[in-house]
């Protein structure tokens, strides 16, 4: 009985873990890193892997993000004494070798079916969207500094996004990805090498290696993200251009309906 609540309690730490890095990875996109580099960020702080990257100084210079890697490193710490504890009651305790061979494929099949869905995009996805979710609803973890400054709400965003081969916006110019047409704004590009392209022109070159700072709507921002170089990513750009006509259009008549009411208002009170 023992060895059993050693494997139950093993793969519970093991699905907690990757509920955590997850929750952690929406809790740094929130604040601004790419998807990319939020993954990282999460996974290496909770495993502990050392990393001395730049990406890691925009983490370690931001109160927010520093907290959640701060809670990261305790978790992490909490967790392996767990598994440590999990796997001593499992192998070395009470039972004879078939019961403890029957333990051991108990606990692959369920290492198995984690990976499994930890693998699943449409796990992921449906997960992240109750992850993001939850954070909006119990918790602050919008960046209010820049935030308030750039007057952020609702599903608008400053993101960045780095430029990988194969990207669909890799080796292009902005004036050809017409990023305007689909309700995306370029902020500025961060070169490989450590230089800055602040309010970048039409003509301005994005290379892989880059990293852009994009203002937009989430979805869209990420979407671009993931948009690779190929006809999907044609198609894909066509699409969000098509939805942003569409937005705007119910943009506008939202603001028409708000002028015209306005208009009312401000009559009935003239003709008191």
């Avoid at 996974?43 to 990406?55: H, I, V």
């Avoid at 292009?172 to 450590?194: D, H, M, W």
């Avoid at 008549?253 to 009935?268: C, D, F, I, L, M």
Wanted: proline share 1%.
């Amino acid at each position: 009985m023992t060895g059993i609540i050693g494997v139950i309690a093993l793969l519970t730490v093991l699905g907690l873990s990757l509920i955590i890095t997850r929750v952690a990875t929406i809790a740094l996109t929130m604040t601004g890193l790419s998807q990319e580099s939020a993954h990282f960020q999460a996974r290496s702080a909770f495993t502990g892997t050392g990393f001395t990257t730049s990406e890691a100084e925009s983490v370690v210079n931001h109160p927010v993000r520093r907290r959640i890697i701060m809670l990261l490193m305790i978790l992490r710490s909490a967790g392996l004494v767990t598994i440590v504890f999990s796997l001593i009651l499992s192998f070395l305790g009470s039972g004879n070798d078939i019961a403890k061979v029957a333990r051991l494929s108990w606990l692959v099949a369920g290492v198995a079916v984690l990976w499994l869905l930890s693998s699943s995009k449409v796990f992921d996805r449906y997960l992240g969207q109750f992850i993001n979710w939850a954070l909006r609803r119990w918790t602050k973890l919008d960046v209010r500094d820049y935030a308030s400054l750039l007057r952020l709400s609702g599903e608008y965003r400053v993101i960045e996004v780095q430029v990988r081969d194969g990207d669909w916006v890799a080796g292009k110019n902005l004036q050809c990805c017409y990023l305007p047409e689909e309700g995306i704004t370029v902020l500025g590009i961060s070169r490989a090498n450590g230089s800055y392209v602040g309010g970048p022109k039409g003509e301005t070159q994005i290379y892989p290696g880059d990293t852009l700072i994009l203002y937009g709507r989430a979805q869209k921002l990420q979407e671009l993200d993931e948009r690779r170089a190929d006809v999907t990513g044609d198609e894909a750009h066509d699409v969000a251009v098509s939805e942003q006509r569409q937005h705007m259009e119910e943009q506008e008549r939202r603001e028409h309906e708000y002028e015209t009411k306005r208009e009312g208002k401000s009559k009935q009170e003239t003709s008191k």
